[in-house]
Every structure is written in C-alpha cells, then in structure tokens.
C-alpha cells in the first residue's frame, strides 16, 4: 500500500515538474529561497535563482527561451528608464572621469580573462561568463547570453558569482581603512560640487538714491539676472521680498547669486556689507527635496512659489552640482531646493513640494510595450562595422538604448514613461528571474 502511494506521489510531481508554468515557479521558490540565506551577511540574492536552474537543468528540465528573452527584455528596459533621468547630464558633467575609469576597469577584466582562457583552454562562452559572474554584472551576462547564443555562459556566470561578491565587499570594506580615508567625511565634502559659477551669498546696502521707493519689479537691471534677493533687512527686522516690496535707501538686501552677476548688482545697489543683523522674524532657510509628480517638470516660473507660500527658492541642487536659481528650469523629482521664509510657510512649502501620491506603481502597460517594441525594432536593425561585418544590438542593446533616451525625456510623444522606482525595481527583479531560470536550465 506504502509502494502504491509513494508511486502515486513520484507520478504527480513527475507531472508537476513537466508542466512547463509550473516549473518555471518552482524554480523561482526554491532559487529565491536559497537566495535569502545569509552567511555573515552576505546572500546570493537572485543568483540564488541560476543555482537551482542549473540544477534542474542537470535533470534534464527546461524553460522556455522565450520566457528568457521576455525576462531579459524587461531587465534591460528597467535597467535603462533608472539610468536614463540622469545618464546623459552625467555623461556632460563627468562623463569623461566615469568613461576612462569604467573603460580601464573593463579592459584590465577582459585581458586577464582573455589570458586566462587561453592559458587554461577555457570555452570562450564559459570564460565570458567566468568575466560577467566576477563582476557581478547581470547585465553583461545578458549581453554575454545574446552575443554567444551559448546558454553556457550562465554556468561560468554562476560559478564566479559568489566569488566576486565577496570581493567586492571586501574591497569595499578594506580599502577605506588601507588608504586611511574616512568614506562619511569625504562623502559629505564631495556631496556638493562647487565650480566659479557656482551661487554665493552676499550682502549689500542700497545707496544709489535713485533705487529709493523703487519695487523690485521696476528694476530693469534686477529682472534680468540670476541673482535672487533672499531677504531685505530693514531696521533689524527681515522681510521676505515679493516682487511688489519696495526697497528703500539704506536696506540692506541678502542676495543670492553667480559672483559675476552678484559683482554687477552690487554696483547697481551700492556697496558690500558685513552681515551682522539678528534674526528677531526667524526667517529661516531649509533644504526641500521634489518628490510631487504634480510639480516635476514645471517651472519656478509656472508653481510661482513667492506669491503662493511667500517663500523664495534661492539656490536648485540636481546631480550633486548647484545652481543659481532659474525661474525658467523645469523641476525633476530629487532636485533639492534652498527655500527661505519663516517655519509656518516652509512647512506649507514643503509639504506642496514633497507631497506624494500614494501610489504602489504608476506601471503603465501602454508605454513599457511601446518602450519594449521600439528596442526589439533597433535591436534588429543591422550596423555595418568596417573590417567586422555586419552586427547587431539584439535583445540585449536594442531595449537598453530605447529605455535611455526614453528615460531621459520621461515621455513618448504624449505617452508618460517614467516610472516610480518601485514600479521601476518590481520590473527588473522580474526580468532578472526570468531571464536567469531560462539560462540556467538551458546551461545545466
């Protein structure tokens, strides 16, 4: 009776594993499973998922390659609309460090993998796949995947994986304490990047008599600048300059600036003072990070921030470089601004400013099978290279370069495609997955 049950039990998981949907979970339980085991901290993660396919693989068992090129085209997608907000303004910006050092980093990979494929007569796609697991980059697995068309480079993949874990960690971790640097400070001193145009701070006394019972808006010279007054001192009280106050001689004005165009509006006032008033009013000044979607993409200009909260924004942080004040700039979630007004109307500032819909996904079906068609579509156009033939992006090149540029601009056409960061990360581990148990089995 024992004999007939334990049959009957082999048959039906037989059965299970056979069905295609339900290996594919089975696959993505047990490999997450392994994958959130931690040993002194460190866990295999997704990796974790390529183990197990491997393994089942072994036996025979495999996914479907098209659930693997749906995974790695979803990956890819993710993995460009997160860089593409800021891949282009960092390429403009320190493109040129961050170029020459990923450039050495790869080339010193790929000669030694290249040496030690040779030495060693190691399988071209496993020694690919050897480069990618040690620098622990999915993203060149799937380039390696589509390139090689040899699903033995997932073997390689997750054979150095785990190494090249531990040794970035350790790296991380030793090198601060070999070079004696102290991450934290060095952090908070580079946090900023400050150039000569960068804004400063000054204070100026208005002595041209002309100026006297002038408001602000009737200066010719002012409205054509960069430079925001940030408070108008007057008789030790501070005040909060609307376009409408009119300035009198002998107040002394707090402004914020390029040096060029502060030099320039000093002349025009009067003279450079030291700061020495008390803040009786306690007008203060706070940074405001952009999180509202209401207010992305909108000016200064248009929100008209001064005249809705009596606040003036003097100074917009964005890719750690900040800048004078632009009525004209679009804001972007993440850019931080310096406001100055008093508590009760910062906290109205900043509560219009950071407010969040409260939204799990804004995951928009129309624009990512739109994002997903036009990279399949370049990724089969073909490239001819003179003395290589003729190549093409693929699955793997074609979605990462649509996914940029439209991360970049946010939009297709009409079409909003710029996804919450949740969203954004459910979508890659997803491709991930996917893309991994196909490779895997296929390896095993």
Excluded at 89 to 111: D, H, N
Aim: aromatic residues 6%; contains cysteine; positive net charge.
């Amino acid at each position: 009776m024992k004999l007939i049950i334990s049959i009957e039990r082999a048959m039906n998981l037989s059965e299970l594993l056979n069905n295609s949907l339900a290996l594919l979970f089975i696959i993505l339980f047990l490999g997450s499973l392994l994958g959130e085991i931690k040993v002194k901290g460190l866990s295999l993660g997704s990796a974790g998922v390529l183990l197990v396919a491997l393994i089942f693989g072994h036996f025979g068992y495999e996914i479907s390659p098209v659930i693997q090129n749906i995974g790695l085209s979803l990956f890819i997608v993710s993995v460009g609309l997160q860089a593409g907000p800021r891949f282009f303004r960092m390429l403009r910006s320190k493109g040129l460090v961050f170029a020459i050092l990923s450039i050495f980093v790869i080339l010193a990979g790929s000669v030694s993998t290249f040496v030690v494929a040779r030495l060693f007569d190691i399988d071209p796609a496993l020694a690919v796949g050897l480069y990618t697991g040690a620098l622990t980059s999915t993203p060149g697995l799937a380039a390696a995947l589509e390139a090689s068309q040899n699903p033995v480079a997932s073997i390689g993949y997750g054979i150095a994986y785990p190494y090249g874990l531990v040794a970035v960690v350790l790296f991380v971790q030793l090198v601060p304490k070999v070079l004696k640097i102290d991450l934290k400070k060095d952090l908070e001193q580079t946090r900023v990047k400050r150039d000569e145009n960068s804004p400063v701070v000054t204070t100026v006394e208005i002595m041209n008599p002309s100026l006297h019972k002038q408001a602000i808006y009737e200066l010719p010279f002012f409205n054509k600048s960069s430079v925001v007054i940030s408070r108008v001192i007057r008789n030790k009280r501070s005040i909060i300059p609307v376009r409408d106050t009119v300035l009198l001689q002998g107040d002394k004005l707090l402004l914020v600036g390029a040096p060029s165009d502060i030099d320039a509006m000093c002349k025009n006032f009067g003279k450079k003072v030291e700061n020495d008033f008390k803040n009786i009013d306690n007008i203060q000044s706070r940074k405001i990070i952009v999180e509202s979607e209401e207010v992305a993409g909108k000016s200064l200009k248009e929100l008209d921030l001064r005249k809705r909260f009596g606040v003036n924004i003097t100074r917009i942080e964005r890719d750690g470089i900040e800048y004078s004040q632009n009525s004209s700039l679009p804001l972007e979630i993440g850019d931080v601004l310096t406001v100055v007004s008093n508590e009760t109307r910062l906290n109205e500032a900043e509560k219009f400013l950071s407010k969040r819909t409260f939204k799990m996904s804004n995951l928009d079906i129309l624009s990512l099978s739109l994002i997903l068609l036009i990279g399949v579509a370049l990724g089969m156009i073909p490239i001819y290279i003179p003395g290589l033939g003729t190549i093409t992006l693929g699955l793997a090149g074609g979605p990462l370069f649509a996914a940029l540029i439209v991360g970049h601009f946010g939009k297709i056409g009409s079409v909003r495609a710029r996804f919450y960061p949740p969203a954004n990360k459910a979508l890659g581990d997803i491709g991930l997955v996917l893309l991994l148990a196909g490779a895997g089995t296929q390896a095993g």
